[in-house]
């Protein structure tokens, strides 16, 4: 089949700037409109955000225009939805009384979402329907659709999924990495195919650069905190006159504050609160750190960096060496470090890290050598390279033509 249509369903908010996950889905879906295939997403309120937030706090900065309408729901009943157009791509948002998915959507609004979920598969009859999550309503979604006809991909941006519940009305699957393809493969038997992120360097790539910081993006434990904590003490002692930046994404920067170590006394960490416009993030980078915790999938801020010309420095947890490639730096964290046991690395463990640092700040060949090899790297997302790919499997599967 030719793809014209595709529908983009899942509880979790999609324009939320603080998930990858729903970046990366935002970016599938303009990337497929911008050649014309009529994309269209239904999401909800929820963010992964720490605190509350409005929904207002995500659609303001945006600068686009939005309306809140009443939709009829059937048996006298209806709920608020938010409309707009963004980069082609139109997009309902269903309001949730809680931002935070540890206390939404309630029942009331999982059935409201999915009720319009139906209503999308029936009016829109898209080819395909692109998801994530494993909340009921989600599981329940995917079966309506392939009742209809409607073949459901699901996208593993994560390592959440632990049995194959809700995975039964499932067309196929798509992991961002081969680390990530072969993680699923042996646990729960899926094949998968690997289709990395895009990464749309209109969003993503700052064209004027004024570089100046080592930042470290979305301070929670996950994402290496204690690592980084450890790392900016220390190089405040020995280079006090090499400047960093925190970065605020789902976690605040005062989490730091609960990491083991004081930092502070230190006059060379700076702030930047969260914002949902990446490029202000590596305009003012000059080195990045992903010192994460966890099982990466891929590493959207790696990714970012790379694109950007920015040296990284990742930890080897998960698909961050994939991820990196020939480019950057890998290191090894302490088998103790885990997103849980809250262990601080020891100086003497950081050393190599502060190494790296400190040549690319004082040697210009150097940093010059790895941010062109970070570019050549980034060219694996390309739109150019990926859009084709995600036509191409989306295109495998039949589906129902238009009535119209």
Not at 28 to 55: H, K, N, Y
Not at 329 to 340: D, G, N, Q, Y
């Amino acid at each position: 089949m030719t793809l014209k249509r595709v529908l983009f369903a899942a509880l979790h908010g999609y324009l939320d700037p603080g998930s990858g996950a729903a970046v990366c889905s935002r970016d599938v879906l303009e990337m497929l409109a911008d050649q014309d295939v009529d994309c269209r997403a239904l999401s909800t309120g929820l963010l992964d955000f720490e605190e509350e937030t409005a929904i207002e706090t995500v659609l303001d900065p945006i600068g686009v225009r939005y309306e809140r309408r009443k939709a009829v729901l059937g048996a006298g009943r209806s709920a608020e939805v938010i409309d707009l157009t963004l980069s082609k791509v139109r997009v309902t948002l269903l309001p949730t009384a809680s931002s935070r998915f540890e206390r939404a959507p309630t029942p009331e609004e999982a059935g409201n979402w999915l009720n319009l979920a139906e209503q999308a598969l029936d009016r829109f009859r898209p080819q395909i329907v692109l998801t994530y999550g494993g909340h009921p309503a989600s599981i329940a979604m995917t079966e309506r659709a392939r009742r209809r006809g409607i073949p459901v991909v699901f996208h593993l941006h994560n390592f959440a999924y632990e049995n194959r519940r809700g995975f039964d009305h499932v067309s196929g699957f798509i992991t961002p990495s081969e680390y990530a393809r072969r993680h699923y493969a042996r646990t729960l038997g899926i094949e998968s195919t690997v289709i990395p992120d895009p990464l749309r360097r209109e969003r993503a790539v700052a064209l004027d650069r004024a570089a100046r910081f080592v930042t470290f993006v979305n301070p929670q434990p996950t994402k290496g905190a204690t690592v980084f904590a450890r790392i900016a003490s220390e190089l405040a002692l020995r280079r006090p006159e090499i400047p960093f930046l925190v970065v605020e994404g789902r976690g605040q920067a005062e989490r730091l504050a609960y990491v083991g170590l004081d930092l502070s006394g230190l006059q060379n960490l700076h702030r930047m609160t969260n914002t949902p416009d990446p490029r202000d993030i590596y305009r003012v980078s000059r080195i990045v750190l992903m010192p994460s915790l966890w099982r990466e999938t891929l590493g959207r801020v790696a990714m970012e960096a790379l694109a950007n010309g920015t040296p990284v420095l990742a930890s080897d947890r998960g698909a961050l060496p994939e991820t990196l490639g020939d480019a950057g730096f890998v290191f090894t964290i302490p088998e103790r470090c885990t997103p849980t046991s809250g262990a601080v690395p020891t100086a003497h463990e950081v050393a190599p890290w502060l190494a790296t640092i400190e040549r690319l700040w004082d040697d210009p060949a150097w940093e010059r050598k790895h941010s062109e090899l970070a570019i050549r790297e980034a060219e694996r997302w390309s739109e150019a390279r990926l859009v084709q790919a995600y036509r191409d499997f989306f295109e495998t599967f039949s589906a129902p033509k238009s009535s119209t």
